[in-house]
């Protein structure tokens, strides 16, 4: 569940990217490729109405056939309350299911339940080793380490307040810290290895988003914060940032308008060129390609969406419509052109690509 205020009322992150899903080849313990009905296309992650327990994943195949529900179908019963993200990590996909404080562990395969892990509030998962993953977590305002092998958690890990977005590089975990609720303006740095905070980056208010890029430099986008007085007149604002990190530095910082709330950074395949959405209240979606030095002034895709992917030459964003009734999945060229749009599950937030 994304806490945009808008959002927010009208509810009541080696590379690894939030936001999107990147898949590792889906790979069994004896170290044969394992085939199975959910190779070829997407997974679409459903939040669902907050409180309801109806979240969802939804499949679409390269040729655009949607398959809704795949996990309720599959295990015959209910994923849970607020399907936030989704990650492929060898032969088992991880769904982070905010409201119920879990994980649900599957066989990529065929979708069935292997485990549950229980955790506090997840957001975004990130793979930092062959037997180790990261889970942001604003229940504990941390990171959850988690045991692959066994898919248990290890320990956790001390951040920021609101711990979002995750990837990593080079050794290194880059961490959001949104602020959740409040407000947060710094990107944690975790060595891999020894599971510790070794700095803490002042990157902008509200840092949501990160991806990497093909030489290895982490990119973080931020919101941006407004303040706002008990009639809803706006007292302060401050800018959205891009932020490019070289060397666990800063190295280049790009700023929006004041009053523009930037978010959803994802990168394509090859990782030179990113998207973003940028706006106020209605959006537009922007490409910006990593050896650009300034932002760009003509959006790539004017409309508003509630979450974003790129992969394999395409450009995917959601549409949660009145964030009650089944939402959209669309896809475009990476010139902005349509390709088609298929109706998925209740408030569709993110991507997972398979």
């Known amino acids: 569940m994304k806490m945009n205020l808008r959002k927010f009322g009208m509810l009541a992150m080696a590379i690894t990217v939030m936001s999107s899903c990147k898949k590792d080849q889906a790979i069994d313990g004896g170290g044969v490729v394992v085939p199975g009905e959910y190779e070829n296309g997407y997974f679409v992650t459903n939040e669902g109405n907050f409180g309801t327990g109806n979240g969802s994943i939804s499949f679409v195949t390269d040729e655009g056939t949607v398959e809704n529900d795949v996990f309720s179908t599959v295990n015959s019963f209910a994923l849970g309350d607020v399907v936030q993200s989704m990650n492929i990590i ?3 996909a991880y769904v982070l299911v905010n409201g119920s404080a879990k994980i649900e562990v599957v066989t990529i395969a065929d979708m069935k339940s292997v485990a549950t892990i229980d955790v506090v509030s997840p957001r975004f998962m990130a793979k930092v080793s062959d037997d180790k993953a990261y889970v942001t977590d604003w229940g504990i305002n941390g990171v959850q380490v988690i045991d692959l092998a066994t898919n248990t958690v290890l320990t956790t890990i001390a951040c920021g307040a609101g711990p979002e977005g995750i990837a990593v590089s ?15 303006s710094t990107v944690s740095i975790i060595d891999i290895e ?8 002042t990157v902008g208010d509200k840092p949501n988003s990160a991806v990497v890029d093909a030489n290895g430099a982490v990119w973080v986008l931020t919101g941006g914060y407004t303040e706002y ?13 891009l932020v490019k990190i070289v060397g666990n530095t800063v190295e280049a910082t790009y700023a929006f308008a004041v009053g523009n709330h930037p978010e959803d950074l994802v990168i394509n395949s090859a990782g030179t060129t990113m998207y973003y959405s940028d706006g106020n209240w209605s959006k537009a979606v922007y490409a910006f390609d990593i050896s650009a030095t300034e932002l760009p002034t003509t959006a790539l895709i004017n409309k508003s969406f509630y979450g974003l992917g790129a992969h394999d030459g395409y450009v995917y ?4 419509v009145d964030f009650t009734q089944s939402g959209w999945s669309f896809k475009y060229t990476t010139e902005g052109a349509i390709v088609d749009s298929v109706q998925v599950g209740v408030i569709p937030g993110g991507y997972c690509f398979n």
């Open 317 to 320: 964003g959601t549409d949660a």
């Open 194 to 201: 020894t599971d510790m905070v070794i700095s803490t980056l």
């Open 170 to 184: 080079n050794g290194f975990a880059y961490v959001c810290n949104v602020g959740g609720f409040g407000l947060d």
């Open 90 to 92: 060898g032969a088992n």
């Open 229 to 241: 007085d008990a009639n809803w007149n706006i007292v302060s604002e401050t800018a959205g940032n």
